[in-house]
């Protein structure tokens, strides 16, 4: 079965800090990735995904990701963080073989970024 | 307008009841999910399901069953609540080849 592990729980930083949050996944065969974002009281919103080609992907907001495919990582990043970027962030794959599309999550990390 | 209602956003009821959240997608899109989010953010897959197939985590109760009355619904219903099932529950859907998913804004249940 596939898992995905976000390593960073909570992290807290000040605005215009740059942001890293790791994502690995353990599945051998081909993936999409996505990140989604939880702002507090509001529905997940599809950040950036990854199917194919380019392994680096550039989301909304200013938001990127690469694709590592041996290391199994898809890490988000983000130059230069803002106060509304406050959030929950979530890593989820899909494998190709997986019977209806449905997506493996990970933990969750919780984004601080103070004023 | 919205892609992807729930509806109740908050559910408030007694251990033992028997309850429904109901989902509705205008996306046309095939394939609709449910998701738990525990207290902890976790979020986990319920179901799969589109006009071909179910397709239940093995993890979840049979007290959990979803009913979808046409394409654009998929309700869950939830029988004999039990404490544990607090939690908040996300309705989703996506075109199968895509594979992104379009997520509700959440139903809040709270078994007292």
Redesign the interface.
């Known amino acids: 079965a596939q898992s995905v592990s976000q390593h960073n729980h909570h992290v807290i930083l000040s605005e215009a800090a740059s942001l890293e949050l790791g994502c690995n996944y353990s599945y051998g065969g081909t993936v999409n990735l996505f990140w989604y974002v939880q702002y507090p009281g509001q529905h997940l919103q599809l950040l950036l995904k990854y199917f194919s080609g380019d392994p680096l992907v550039k989301g909304i907001k200013g938001f990127e990701a690469e694709f590592i495919k041996s290391k199994f990582s898809f890490n988000l990043r983000k130059p230069s963080v803002q106060w509304s970027d406050t959030a929950e962030y979530f890593c989820a794959v899909n494998s190709h073989n997986n019977a209806g599309n449905m997506l493996t999550f990970g933990g969750g990390t919780r984004l601080m970024v103070k004023p | 307008d919205t892609a992807v209602s729930q509806t109740p956003k908050y559910l408030v009821t007694q251990m033992g009841n028997d309850k429904s959240i109901k989902c509705e997608q205008n996306l046309g899109h095939d394939?609709m999910?449910w998701y738990k989010q525990d207290s902890?953010?976790?979020?986990?897959?319920m179901f799969?399901?589109?006009n071909k197939?179910l397709?239940i985590?093995e993890t979840v109760p049979n007290r959990f069953s979803p009913k979808s009355p046409d394409k654009a619904h998929l309700n869950l219903h939830i029988n004999s609540l039990e404490l544990g099932d607090s939690a908040v529950y996300?309705c989703?859907s996506?075109q199968?080849v895509s594979?992104?998913?379009?997520?509700?804004?959440?139903t809040r249940l709270s078994v007292l």
């Open positions: 394939t999910y902890k953010k976790f979020l986990k897959i799969s399901y589109n197939e397709i985590n996300f989703a996506s199968e594979g992104i998913q379009y997520f509700g804004a959440g």
